[in-house]
Each structure stands twice: as C-alpha cells, then as structure tokens.
C-alpha cells in the first residue's frame, strides 16, 4: 500500500545478475550493511520507508556483502547481517513510476550501494525522471558507494543528468581493485561520474567519508553508512520542522 502521509523513499536495483568484464556473471543486489544501517536510522526515528526499484520488481541482499572476506572476518556482525535482512521487505517493493503522483509527500530519498545499481542504474530513464523531479522539487537525495550509479542515469537523450556537476563521493577505483573483483569489474564507478561532469571527492580507502553539496548527500563507502545517514536524517529533520509537517511519528 502506498503511504499517504510524509515519508523516505529507498531506491534499490532490481538486478540480480552482474556482468564481469571477462565474461563472468555474478549475483548481485543491495549491500546488506548500506541498506540496513540507514534503514534501521531511520526507522529508529519513526520515519516511514518505501522501497522502490526501476521496474517495480523485488530486490534482493548482495550475496557478496555477507562474505566473511568482505567482513573483515567478523563472524558475528556476519550472523547479525544475515538475521536482520531476512526483516527486510524486499519483495514489497513499487516502481519508481507509480511514485511520481506521491511526490508532494515524499521527503528524502535513499540510495544504497551494492553490485546491483552498477547493472540498471545508469541507463534507466525513469530513474533519471525520478531524479530530476527530486532535484526540481529540492527533495534531499543521497546516494551511498556503488549508489551513485544512480547519479548516471538521464531523463532522456535530450536531457542532461539532473545532478551534473555536483561534488559525490563514491567508492573508488582503489578500493574497487582491492576486491576479490579486481581486474574484472565492468567499470570504474568513480571514472565513469567523472567522465560525465561529476566532481568527484574520494577518501582515505575503507574510511568514512561523507559529502555534500546543496541538497545531494553521498557517502564512499560501506564504512559511510552510518555518518551518512546521520547526516541525511538531520537534513529531513530540519526540514520537518521548517515544514511544520508531521511523518507519523
């Protein structure tokens, strides 16, 4: 059911599937810590959230974000990850599309990283109109790691990027090759935002970084997560306030 009252919008990929640049495919979705960290921020401070994808179709954790390898070898924040994504209403999910008629009460919107956004971010142009709307309309937007991949996307050929030309932190290129994909990621993120007019801000690797400019918010990397949704909350807080608006708290 679609909220009729003031809320937060999460923008997911609905891909399962990332194609490798020699030719593999791997599973991929949302990154479980990128996606429950602000989720749980959020929730916490009674906001309601509504999960979205391009095409409306479920969403699903990144296989990969529950390694221990790309946990440091914590077993226990690797249990804690895979107990509370199982909470987490992926398969009730809407398309960006039926959310336009909402957009008057729609107060923030999400971006968590993961594999997934690499594969139909960029190309999607209801993702694009999606954005434009919130940058027209001043919604707060922020995107976290490889959610930035959303920045990419256009509202048509004719149209440029609605975030062209912000400052965006992303996860980096020396980050990426410090993976188990290294050599073999489609593309590099952070070059393909700069090669289109992003200014990109990059950090020291695996450390929090969180930046923003006007009214976009991003984070690097996993390790973002929690500043970066520190920092959002805080904006959809002041402007609650500056609103006298009530999101059912």
């Known amino acids: 059911m679609l909220p009729s009252q003031p809320f937060i919008a999460f923008l997911l990929s609905s891909a399962k599937s990332l194609h490798l640049r020699n030719g593999d495919s791997i599973a991929a979705g949302a990154w479980a810590e990128e996606l429950l960290t602000p989720w749980q921020t959020f929730r916490n401070a009674g906001w309601p959230i509504l999960f979205l994808t391009p095409d409306g179709a479920g969403a699903q954790i990144d296989p990969q974000s529950l390694l221990l390898e790309n946990l440091q070898g914590d077993i226990n924040k690797q249990h804690y990850l895979e107990q509370e994504s199982a909470l987490l209403p992926l398969d009730n999910t809407v398309s960006v599309a039926s959310v336009l008629p909402l957009l008057p009460a729609l107060r923030g919107v999400f971006i968590p990283g993961g594999n997934g956004p690499l594969t139909d971010f960029p190309e999607?142009?209801?993702?694009?109109t999606f954005l434009q709307h919130c940058h027209k309309q001043n919604i707060p937007v922020a995107s976290l790691c490889h959610g930035a991949a959303a920045?990419?996307?256009?509202?048509?050929?004719?149209?440029?990027?609605?975030?062209?030309?912000?400052?965006?932190?992303?996860?980096?290129?020396?980050e990426e090759e410090q993976t188990?994909?290294?050599g073999r990621w489609p593309y590099h993120l952070a070059e393909r935002l700069r090669d289109n007019g992003f200014?990109?801000?990059?950090?020291?690797?695996?450390?929090?970084?969180?930046?923003q400019d006007r009214n976009l918010f991003s984070g690097?990397?996993?390790?973002s997560a929690l500043p970066l949704a520190q920092a959002f909350l805080q904006r959809l807080e002041e402007n609650r306030r500056y609103r006298g608006s009530k999101h059912g708290r």
Do not use: E
């Not at 200014?199 to 930046?211: L, M, S």
């Not at 690097?220 to 390790?223: C, I, K, L, S």
């Open 180 to 182: 188990s994909l290294a």
């Open 151 to 174: 920045l990419l996307a256009r509202p048509s050929s004719r149209q440029d990027r609605p975030f062209a030309g912000f400052q965006v932190s992303c996860f980096q290129k020396f």
């Open 220 to 223: 690097q990397n996993p390790a």
């Open 199 to 211: 200014q990109i801000t990059a950090g020291a690797p695996w450390q929090a970084q969180v930046v």
């Open 124 to 128: 999607s142009v209801t993702v694009g």
